[in-house]
């Protein structure tokens, strides 16, 4: 064919285009697939911030190195690509100090895990947060098509320690199969970790109180006044909270009793809500009583402070526990409101309210509670919380342990408790006559379709929802904020937690050698086909000859 072949061109008139239509698809069914060989999903950089100087959360975010699962990863060149649920706190502490970075997949429905699962998850995700990361460390929403990389990854780590020496495949299946296995490279792109100088917290607050102010039995023209707060959680492991519960049982009170004050005012309350919790120690109360204590005599001489912190948990025990840093005085209006709350849980599934008593560590840098802020200012302040102590991961989780229908039910009720017991602090209505001294009854009854528009409020930096919700019901809204200092800053915040995860699909290190050693083969093989040509061709012709003279 190449002998009768003029020029180039001529090739292609002949035989060579029906060898190309054979060999062409078979090149193509044997490589990988390029559509295939790429994933991309979006991911959330674990929350990075600073409290008083010190690092807590994730420190890094370039990420291009190969994947490994929990269990066969074993040098900083490895990058981790587990499920939450299946990691624990020791693997954690180990990748932290010797990966190279961590990809973790988020279950699907936590309300759907076993108690025992949601409590792992629970300690393994404050565990996360009190200590600063150096690695890079990604959060994915559950994903099907992650779900089965991570399944590829850890298939044989997984089967081959439990099978037994007997049913163990043979050395040369299992070299075949590590050669021809498929390998993962992990890359993450569009992410930073560079302080936000601009951040900042808000704080909203506003107040029921009567169109002109009514005289008091004693002559002042100042009404007596109770503060309520809540914070309003916007970020935890990730920056993504499925819901507030606290800022809804709060504005479901601004609405209730906004209706009750249009009517008959008794006393002055002040709403409010910063968007700082725990994690970054409560800085928008401080900035809140730093700015409004001088220049508010009333507020120093508050009866008492309500903070709310974790009240719409469907917990086993069914408490509500109010957390004080000193015992109230007996004849006290903070003791007085405290025995009212214990006779009206008693109502409403014999809830049981019980007190617990916490004292200020100053020798510690975080508080452990919202109204610890009140009682350094020597304000009379509690906190109601379904946990009894200032530890349970519970407080800065972002899952959601129950499902919405059981989340209401808890709201319902513990909303229904608190305005009540309120109510009758407020109104001098007696909890002890039962069902005959309810004030939210009839009209004014208290239903979960109130609680649930609050239910996923979010940030005022977000949208106007948290803003319009208090201009509605309250008067004199104002909205602060706290900002970092630029020398000595208090909290410091970081940009752009969210990235674009690429996993490409890679052949393994042994199979480029394994590819190395084909290729000398192949090449050995040609060349000692043409040097020993002449003898290959003698033979070939004798063989002929041979076969000839037989015939």
């Given at each position: 064919?190449?002998?009768?072949?003029?020029?180039?061109?001529?090739?292609?008139?002949?035989?060579?285009?029906?060898?190309?239509?054979?060999?062409l698809p078979i090149l193509i069914i044997c490589s990988s697939n390029p559509v295939l060989a790429a994933?991309?999903?979006?991911?959330?950089?674990?929350?990075?911030?600073?409290?008083?100087?010190?690092?807590?959360?994730?420190?890094?975010?370039?990420?291009?190195?190969?994947?490994?699962?929990?269990?066969?990863?074993?040098?900083?060149?490895?990058?981790?690509?587990?499920?939450?649920?299946?990691?624990?706190?020791?693997?954690?502490?180990?990748?932290?100090?010797?990966?190279?970075?961590?990809?973790?997949?988020?279950?699907?429905?936590?309300?759907?895990?076993?108690?025992?699962?949601?409590?792992?998850?629970?300690?393994?995700?404050?565990?996360?947060?009190?200590?600063?990361?150096?690695?890079?460390?990604?959060?994915s929403k559950y994903d099907g098509k992650l779900n089965g990389i991570i399944d590829e990854v850890t298939?044989?780590?997984?089967?081959?320690?439990?099978?037994?020496?007997?049913?163990?495949?043979?050395?040369?299946?299992?070299?075949?199969?590590?050669?021809?296995?498929?390998?993962?490279?992990?890359?993450?792109?569009?992410?930073?970790?560079?302080?936000?100088?601009?951040?900042?917290?808000?704080?909203?607050?506003?107040?029921?109180?009567?169109?002109?102010?009514?005289?008091?039995?004693?002559?002042?023209?100042?009404?007596?006044?109770?503060?309520?707060?809540?914070?309003?959680?916007?970020?935890?492991?990730?920056?993504?909270?499925?819901?507030?519960?606290?800022?809804?049982?709060?504005?479901?009170?601004?609405?209730?009793?906004?209706?009750?004050?249009?009517?008959?005012?008794?006393?002055?309350?002040?709403?409010?809500?910063?968007?700082?919790?725990?994690?970054?120690?409560?800085?928008?109360?401080?900035?809140?009583?730093?700015?409004?204590?001088?220049?508010?005599?009333?507020?120093?001489?508050?009866?008492?402070?309500?903070?709310?912190?974790?009240?719409?948990?469907?917990?086993?025990?069914?408490?509500?526990?109010?957390?004080?840093?000193?015992?109230?005085?007996?004849?006290?209006?903070?003791?007085?409101?405290?025995?009212?709350?214990?006779?009206?849980?008693?109502?409403?599934?014999?809830?049981?309210?019980?007190?617990?008593?916490?004292?200020?560590?100053?020798?510690?840098?975080?508080?452990?509670?919202?109204?610890?802020?009140?009682?350094?200012?020597?304000?009379?302040?509690?906190?109601?919380?379904?946990?009894?102590?200032?530890?349970?991961?519970?407080?800065?989780?972002?899952?959601?342990?129950?499902?919405?229908?059981?989340?209401?039910?808890?709201?319902?009720?513990?909303?229904?408790?608190?305005?009540?017991?309120?109510?009758?602090?407020?109104?001098?209505?007696?909890?002890?006559?039962?069902?005959?001294?309810?004030?939210?009854?009839?009209?004014?009854?208290?239903?979960?379709?109130?609680?649930?528009?609050?239910?996923?409020?979010?940030?005022?930096?977000?949208?106007?929802?948290?803003?319009?919700?208090?201009?509605?019901?309250?008067?004199?809204?104002?909205?602060?904020?706290?900002?970092?200092?630029?020398?000595?800053?208090?909290?410091?915040?970081?940009?752009?937690?969210?990235?674009?995860?690429?996993?490409?699909?890679?052949?393994?290190?042994?199979?480029?050698?394994?590819?190395?050693?084909?290729?000398?083969?192949?090449?050995?093989?040609?060349?000692?086909?043409?040097?020993?040509?002449?003898?290959?061709?003698?033979?070939?012709?004798?063989?002929?000859?041979?076969?000839?003279?037989?015939?």
């Open positions: 064919m190449f002998e009768e072949a003029d020029n180039f061109a001529d090739l292609f008139r002949g035989g060579l285009p029906y060898y190309l239509l054979i060999t994933s991309e999903f979006g991911v959330q950089r674990m929350s990075q911030y600073d409290v008083h100087g010190a690092a807590y959360g994730c420190r890094a975010s370039a990420l291009n190195l190969e994947a490994k699962s929990l269990y066969t990863w074993q040098t900083s060149r490895h990058c981790v690509l587990t499920r939450l649920q299946d990691m624990t706190i020791d693997h954690f502490r180990e990748i932290r100090a010797k990966a190279g970075g961590l990809v973790v997949l988020l279950p699907e429905d936590t309300a759907a895990l076993s108690l025992e699962d949601k409590q792992h998850i629970h300690l393994l995700e404050q565990a996360m947060m009190v200590q600063d990361v150096p690695i890079p460390v990604y959060f298939r044989t780590t997984v089967r081959n320690p439990k099978q037994s020496t007997q049913n163990r495949e043979s050395a040369f299946s299992e070299i075949f199969g590590s050669i021809s296995a498929n390998g993962y490279q992990i890359v993450v792109s569009g992410a930073s970790h560079t302080a936000n100088k601009q951040s900042k917290i808000p704080i909203i607050q506003g107040e029921l109180a009567p169109m002109k102010p009514s005289k008091t039995l004693d002559g002042d023209n100042k009404l007596p006044l109770i503060i309520v707060t809540a914070h309003l959680d916007t970020f935890g492991l990730t920056n993504s909270r499925q819901s507030n519960a606290d800022v809804a049982v709060l504005l479901t009170l601004v609405e209730l009793f906004s209706k009750l004050h249009a009517s008959i005012p008794k006393y002055r309350l002040i709403f409010l809500v910063s968007e700082s919790g725990l994690l970054l120690n409560f800085q928008g109360m401080k900035k809140w009583l730093d700015s409004n204590l001088d220049e508010n005599v009333q507020i120093q001489h508050a009866e008492f402070v309500v903070c709310l912190d974790t009240i719409g948990k469907l917990l086993a025990n069914e408490n509500i526990y109010m957390h004080v840093s000193k015992p109230p005085k007996e004849g006290t209006s903070m003791s007085g409101f405290y025995k009212t709350l214990r006779t009206v849980a008693q109502r409403y599934g014999n809830v049981s309210v019980e007190g617990v008593h916490k004292k200020i560590n100053l020798a510690d840098t975080l508080l452990a509670w919202e109204h610890e802020r009140f009682s350094m200012k020597r304000m009379p302040a509690f906190t109601l919380s379904n946990v009894k102590s200032h530890k349970d991961p519970m407080r800065n989780t972002i899952f959601d342990d129950d499902t919405v229908e059981e989340q209401l039910d808890a709201l319902e009720r513990n909303v229904k408790i608190i305005a009540e017991a309120l109510a009758s602090h407020i109104y001098n209505v007696p909890a002890e006559d039962g069902a005959a001294g309810e004030i939210f009854t009839g009209s004014m009854a208290i239903s979960r379709e109130q609680i649930k528009p609050w239910l996923h409020i979010r940030s005022t930096q977000q949208n106007n929802d948290l803003k319009y919700a208090f201009e509605k019901y309250l008067r004199n809204v104002k909205i602060t904020y706290e900002k970092p200092d630029a020398r000595e800053p208090d909290f410091m915040l970081y940009d752009d937690r969210d990235a674009l995860l690429n996993i490409y699909n890679v052949k393994p290190a042994v199979f480029d050698l394994f590819l190395t050693f084909m290729i000398a083969a192949y090449l050995s093989a040609v060349y000692f086909a043409i040097f020993h040509f002449p003898r290959l061709y003698g033979a070939v012709c004798r063989m002929t000859v041979a076969k000839t003279k037989v015939n």
